[in-house]
Nanobody
Framework: VRLVESGGGSVQAGDSMRLSCAASGQSFITYSMAWFRQAPGKEREFVAAITWTGGTTYYTDSVRGRFTISRDNVKNTAYLQMNSLIPEDTAVYYC?????WGKGTLVTVSS
C-alpha cells in the first residue's frame, strides 16, 4: 500500500498550489483521506480531511476558506487546493488514510 504526494514546490505569498495524493495497493474508496503538515521545528498538525463520499470535509481554522480538499475515487487520488498561500503555510505536507502515511511533499512560501 502506498500513498504518494506530489505538487509541492516554492511559491510566493498569495500564490496557489495544488497537491495530489495518489493511492495504490488497495482501494481507498470507502475510507476517509486527510492532509497533515509539519513545519520546521513544529509537530505534525491536521490540515484537512474528506469522507469517502466526498460529502463532508473538515479543515483546521488556519486554512479554512483558503484550502479545499477533494478526491477522485476513480483515480484513487486526493487533492489539496491551496489558495492565498502565506509563509506560515511552509511545511512538509503529508497524505494519510486508514493507517498509512505518504512520505510528504515540501511546500515553501516566501514573502
Amino acid at each position: 500500500v502506498r500513498l504518494v504526494e506530489s505538487g509541492g514546490g516554492s511559491v510566493q505569498a498569495g500564490d496557489s498550489m495544488r497537491l495530489s495524493c495518489a493511492a495504490s495497493g488497495q482501494s481507498f474508496i470507502t475510507y476517509s483521506m486527510a492532509w497533515f503538515r509539519q513545519a520546521p521545528g513544529k509537530e505534525r498538525e491536521f490540515v484537512a480531511a474528506i469522507t469517502w463520499t466526498g460529502g463532508t470535509t473538515y479543515y483546521t481554522d488556519s486554512v479554512r476558506g483558503r484550502f479545499t480538499i477533494s478526491r477522485d475515487n476513480v483515480k484513487n487520488t486526493a487533492y489539496l487546493q491551496m489558495n492565498s498561500l502565506i509563509p506560515e503555510d511552509t511545511a512538509v505536507y503529508y497524505c494519510y488514510s486508514i493507517t498509512y502515511w505518504g512520505k510528504g511533499t515540501l511546500v515553501t512560501v516566501s514573502s
